[in-house]
Each structure stands twice: as structure tokens, then as C-alpha cells.
């Protein structure tokens, strides 16, 4: 199923997930790796937020990811930006329940929605941006096949030191050459 691993399924965000995206867009220690501006924000904003950007945009597409044995909700996944005629996106994944921080979940749900942009979408193009001490982001970004393509340099002010923000990309045919590459060394072919 498209939307589906061992682990995680994929949902189209609603409304009704406002809340729960509130208590993870106010938890500091969840958006010290993803949120540049760090704020605290009332559910106006986050409801607004949700409309607005997540629902009401016809260039992004917003994914709930669920643990797929208890459907229990632990995080979002959307592409934003998308450009049609360009065949690109951005990506970003947040994983709001600390419990599932470090599992694979975040991996999975990362290679459903790039499964989703390349074969799918057809896009040509899939991108993002990530904090340089966000090491494990990092490290996973590069596992997935994402090459670093470059840096604005000391771009984020955080906890009183700057920090360089790291611009990655990942074009279609590498994804495809690294799935084929991930089955070869799995035994698939």
C-alpha cells in the first residue's frame, strides 16, 4: 500500500488534528530541531496555521503519521512549495512523540512520502533544509540518498551560539538508483 510500512501509515492531515499539531508546535524540545523561530503560539495560530498553510494551500500536502499498530498519531510529514512546472517540493517531518524519537519511525514515514513524490508525483526534485546540529537528521537525510547542496552559514541563533542551516536535495533518478541499490543489498533482486 502507498501509504503504508511495517511501522507507519500515512494519513491526510484535518482540521480535527489541530490540537494534538498544537501541543507539538508549543513543546520546545520537539521544535528545537525543526522550528528557526522557537515561539510559543495560541491555538488561533496553530488552527490558522493548519487551515491556512497545511489545508488550504494548493502547493502543499500534509501527511499524519500514525503508528500503524495503534493508530496512535506521533507525528507530520508534508512537501510544501510544490512547483508544478519545476516537478520540485520540500519536504519536512517532525516526529512529535518524543517516545518514537530514534525507532526508525521518522525513516519510514520519510520514505513513504518520497515513495509518494517520485513515483506518484512524478517530481523531479525533492529538497529541504536542516539545523547543521540536528546530527542525526543529518546522518538519516543522507541514508535516504539526499546530497548536501549547501549551507547558509550561521542563518540560526539558538541557545546563544549560531548555527549554519544546511540546504539538501535528492533528485529523482538517485532515489530510484538508491532503492534499487537498498533492494540489492537486501537480497530483493
Known sequence: MLFESSKVRLRKITIEDTELYHTWRNDMEVMRNTNPSLDIYTIEATRDFVE??????????????????????????????????????????????????????GSEALTLLLNYAFLEMNLHRVYLRVFSFNKKAVRLYEKLGFSHEGTSREAL?????WHDIVHMGLLQGEYFKQREKSSDQQGYR
Not at 501527511?63 to 510544501?80: A, F, Q, V
Not at 541563533?157 to 551560539?161: A, I, P, S
Open 52 to 105: 491556512r498553510v497545511i489545508l488550504g494551500s494548493n502547493t502543499a500536502k500534509g501527511y499524519m503519521i500514525l503508528e500503524k499498530e495503534s493508530e496512535k498519531p506521533i507525528g507530520i510529514t508534508s512537501l510544501m512549495n510544490i512547483d508544478a512546472k519545476n516537478r520540485n517540493a520540500e519536504c519536512m517531518i517532525d516526529i512529535g512523540e518524543k517516545d518514537f524519537w530514534g525507532k526508525g519511525y
Open 157 to 161: 541563533f539558538r541557545e546563544g551560539v
